[in-house]
């Protein structure tokens, strides 16, 4: 059953709903408007806007260190050319199932959050494990294209990297480069607790590195994350919840995300560039 259809049998109650919000936007959109009619409080946990990387190279954009951004690469690659049988079910081909609902969910909306829609948008979505019994779409590439700005959202299986590359930022005055993912849910599943001191810490020779040109020279250096962790989603929902604010992550977000979703498969079916309408 899909986090959508689980959190409709649950709307008589105030619901966070997993990512993939819904297999599709039609059924976004019902959810969310069931929840306005129950009047019950609806939201998505898109935790990784809450990512170290993350919020650290949103931080470095906003503030001006990169200048006009014209490339944004966020990368979920790995190397597992076998499916771990221990999630087996991963590799089912399912209504919401696939790399681009379990993984690309995350890279787009950290890209909406960020950007804003795109103007158009290209998917390739594939298979690269050799072995694929379940034709399990397990790798995926999409392009963003907006305004002199291009958002490349890729995922892959078959990347025999030992520093996986996370982010690659490219602007007018600089650029930023990281490794590693985000420590946090690592963490969490080997038992750290989110008051630990070192949660959601990383060693220094994880960090990002920025790299500016001024002057007609180059001059590089790490840059520390200190950003909050997961632990604001929960505290921005106890707030919903006793009304001082709303939900940390407006579900009318995540439908978005799932329609640009639909709109790379559609993509990468037709092989081409698809426009994004109004959503």
Known sequence: MSNGRTANRCMGLIVVVEKPFTPTKKEA????????????????????????????ASKLIKDGSLGRVVEFETHFDRHRPELNIKKAWKGKDIPGGGSIYDLGTHLIDQAVHLFGLPNEITGFITAQREINTENYEDSF???????????????????????????????????????????????????????????????????????????????SQTVRPEP????????????????????????????????????????????????????
């Open 141 to 219: 590439t999409v392009l963003l294209h907006y305004d002199r700005l291009l958002v490349t959202a890729k995922s892959g299986v078959i990347s025999p990297e030992e520093n996986q590359l996370r982010f690659w930022i490219r602007g007018e005055k600089g650029s930023f480069k990281k490794y590693h993912l985000d420590p946090q849910e690592d963490q969490l599943q080997a038992g750290v607790k989110l008051d630990d001191a070192l949660y959601g810490c990383e060693p220094s020779d994880r960090h990002g590195v920025l790299t500016t040109f001024a002057g007609g020279k180059f001059s």
């Open 29 to 56: 959109d019902e959810l969310i408007e069931l929840a306005k009619t129950r009047d019950k409080l609806l939201t998505v946990y898109q935790n990784r806007r809450w990512d170290a990387d993350f919020v650290t």
């Open 228 to 279: 909050p962790t997961y632990r604001e989603f929960y505290r921005s929902f106890a707030k919903a919840l006793s009304g001082q604010g709303p939900v940390p992550v407006d579900p009318a977000d995540s439908g978005t995300v799932i329609r640009l979703v639909e709109l790379a498969k559609e993509s990468s079916k037709k092989r081409a560039t698809l426009p994004v309408s109004k959503i």
